[in-house]
């Protein structure tokens, strides 16, 4: 089954032996084989301390490997969405919505109009002058992904940004951020400890051991795009999921 937004001539992300050592000796990921394709949804599971969000940092460059390359394609602006909201306290919604865009010289009526258009996607439309410390932690969020997503990235990397939100909510933002994904066809790559959202907003789930974290199965999500809430209910659904919760309570020897 093709996956939705996917450019198939070439890769958005790859990776070839890469690994991480860090100073203290530390071994955090053993050399890591992977490709993800443009358009691509991927999102990276595994036990806490394996090493998915130092693998998010070395593709975002905040962090170089130890050893071996990561190669992203040369026009893949990036942006990355952190688990806490991570907001100015001083700005209004419109004006964290922009701020991304203005570091990047974006010009002012370009940043209000795409500010407008996020805002309207994740249902902040009408909070514009509102300040951070109004939204509840579901609107930070959403605020926080539509920052990311009016940079109009190529590549959006988000560690764990649904973590904090209640169950409701997460779903919600989880079919807020396929919306955005499916209009602006940036390639998504996805840490969450969560197996059913990694099923439910993926085209593959990459499952990784303890640390050092390596990569133990690239597993395609056989569900066509676009994707309704009926999804969870479905046997199929529950089959994938309990598969790769199994193949992880495994590999911890829970």
């Known amino acids: 089954m093709p996956v939705a ?13 890469a690994s991480m050592t860090y100073e203290s000796g530390l071994r955090a990921l053993e050399p890591i084989d992977i490709d993800i394709a443009a358009g691509e949804f991927v999102s990276i599971v595994g036990p806490s301390g ?19 390359t990561c190669e992203r394609s040369g026009d893949s602006v ?13 700005l209004n919604v419109a004006k964290n919505a922009e701020l991304l865009m203005e570091l990047e010289g974006v010009p002012a009526e370009q940043r209000k109009l795409r500010a407008a258009d996020v805002l309207r996607i994740v249902g902040l439309s009408g909070f514009e002058r509102e ?8 609107m930070r969020m959403r605020l926080s992904l539509a920052r990311a997503v009016a940079l109009a990235p190529r590549l959006l990397l988000l560690d764990e940004p649904l973590a904090a939100v209640d169950e409701l ?5 989880q079919d807020e951020l396929l919306q955005m994904w499916s209009d602006a066809g940036f390639t ?12 439910y907003l993926s085209s593959r ?15 395609d999500v056989p569900f066509a795009y676009p994707r309704t809430p009926e999804l969870r209910g479905t046997a199929e659904f529950a089959q994938l999921t309990s598969t790769i919760s199994r193949m992880l309570r495994a590999r911890s020897g829970a």
């Open 169 to 173: 909510t997460r779903e919600v933002l």
């Open 5 to 17: 937004n996917a450019d198939t001539t070439g890769s958005a992300i790859s990776l070839r032996a």
């Open 188 to 199: 998504a790559l996805f840490v969450t400890h969560n197996v059913q959202e990694a099923v």
């Open 205 to 219: 789930v990459l499952v990784m051991s303890e640390r050092p974290g390596s990569l133990m199965a690239a597993i």
């Open 78 to 90: 990036a942006a990355f969405v952190f688990q806490e909201p991570a907001l100015l306290p001083w």
């Open 131 to 138: 300040y951070p410390h109004r939204l509840s932690g579901g």
């Open 50 to 68: 394996c090493g998915k969000s130092t693998l998010l940092r070395i593709v975002a460059r905040l962090l170089r490997p130890s050893s071996g």
